[in-house]
């Protein structure tokens, strides 16, 4: 069916250290990505996104990398920081679905030592 | 520029009863998603409203049911709540419905009893 799930639930890394969120999708239909970031107690935080005729797109200490051939998204942190701490969610849109129509993943705790 | 605002942040109902949740869109955005996160889970897509009319729904039942208004805020009605409706309630606002970056709000936390 339908799905986008995450490899690892959790993510432990040393503050300095870049991190690396894993997400697979099934719908070959999706054409739209997006990262979301949710701290404790606040809404899910768009970080950044990327379409289906991209393989890469990089934003401030972030960039994500999408391999269509085997449906996985990564999302790469550089220099993680402890503000970095929070939930990480994958979400897709479906060509042809409702804009407002994500589909996310069960999302990622990234936890950075100090 | 203000965010999305969702209220209350926090309520208790019982079993059978109605809820009603309130959001408040991002000054500039006409269309607000409504999502629902269990704990531990990814938001999940109750429905969208556009120009004050359901614009797409996701796969809950009709006693899920919303509203906007003509200055773009919304409300989310439960009718008959069950315990599994208990959950994080997002709300999140966006420049047009095709728009596919949300801004989210803080959410509004449902426990039913």
């Known amino acids: 069916g339908e799905s986008v799930g995450l490899h690892l639930p959790t993510l432990s890394v040393q503050e300095g250290d870049n991190s690396i969120i894993n997400c697979a999708y099934s719908n070959s239909a999706s054409d739209y990505f997006i990262w979301y970031k949710q701290e404790s107690g606040k809404g899910p935080q768009f970080i950044i996104d990327i379409r289906s005729n991209m393989d890469k797109r990089q934003g401030q200490r972030v960039t994500v990398l999408l391999n269509k051939t085997v449906k996985h998204l990564s999302l790469q942190i550089a220099a993680t920081q402890p503000g970095d701490s929070a939930v990480y969610f994958c979400?897709?849109?479906?060509?042809?679905?409702?804009?407002?129509?994500?589909?996310f993943g069960k999302g990622t705790k990234l936890s950075v030592k100090p | 520029e203000t965010g999305v605002t969702q209220s209350p942040t926090h309520l208790i109902k019982t079993r059978g009863q109605q809820v009603t949740l309130r959001c408040s869109s991002q000054s500039g955005h006409n269309t607000v998603s409504w999502y629902q996160q269990a704990l531990g889970q990814g938001p999940q897509f109750i429905f969208q409203?556009?120009?004050?009319?359901?614009?797409g729904r996701g796969n809950f039942p009709p006693r899920f049911s919303g509203l906007q208004f003509p200055n773009y805020s919304s409300e989310l009605n439960v009718n008959a709540l069950e315990l599994d409706d208990s959950a994080l309630y997002l709300c999140?606002?966006?420049?047009?419905?095709?728009?596919?970056?949300?801004?989210f709000g803080a959410g509004s936390r449902l426990t039913v009893l």
């Open positions: 409203y556009y120009r004050e009319e359901e614009n």
């Open positions: 979400a897709e849109n479906v060509h042809g679905g409702s804009q407002g129509n994500l589909i």
């Open positions: 999140a606002s966006s420049d047009g419905w095709k728009a596919n970056v949300l801004t």
